[in-house]
């Protein structure tokens, strides 16, 4: 499985960005996409997430701005950011995985695309 990544840049606070991100290859066993980051100097963390029953999963920091969308046929899924702060600057990775019993197996990431929220 391969994920293609697509968005991000430099945008000022209380701005807007799109993230997209497509998995191709071996995707019959993918029931869970989603968004990490990793800011500078701190662990990566989980952003956002939509399994193939279309529920979802959104860090604390990030309700009520990011929203989520996915495909489940075509293994896609949107990021969309708005009201961005500057500490949602980082590099945005997509995620891929199976989910079973509460966890992920089979972890697949996308290349890195770098978040700046700066004026």
């Known amino acids: 499985v391969q994920l293609q990544a697509s968005g991000g840049g430099l945008v000022q606070p209380g701005g807007s960005l799109t993230l997209s991100c497509a998995a191709s290859g071996n995707i019959f066993d993918i029931n869970i996409m989603g968004w990490y980051r990793q800011a500078p100097g701190k662990q990566r963390e989980e952003v956002a997430s939509?399994?193939?029953?279309?529920?979802?999963y959104f860090a604390d920091s990030v309700k009520g701005r990011f929203t989520l969308s996915g495909d489940n046929a075509k293994k896609t899924v949107a990021l969309q950011m708005n009201s961005l702060k500057p500490e949602d600057t980082g590099v945005y990775f997509c995620?891929?995985?199976?989910?079973?019993?509460?966890?992920?197996?089979?972890?697949?990431w996308g290349q890195g695309t770098q978040v700046t929220v700066s004026s």
């Open positions: 939509i399994t193939s029953g279309g529920s979802r």
């Open positions: 995620h891929a995985g199976r989910k079973w019993a509460g966890k992920v197996f089979d972890d697949v």
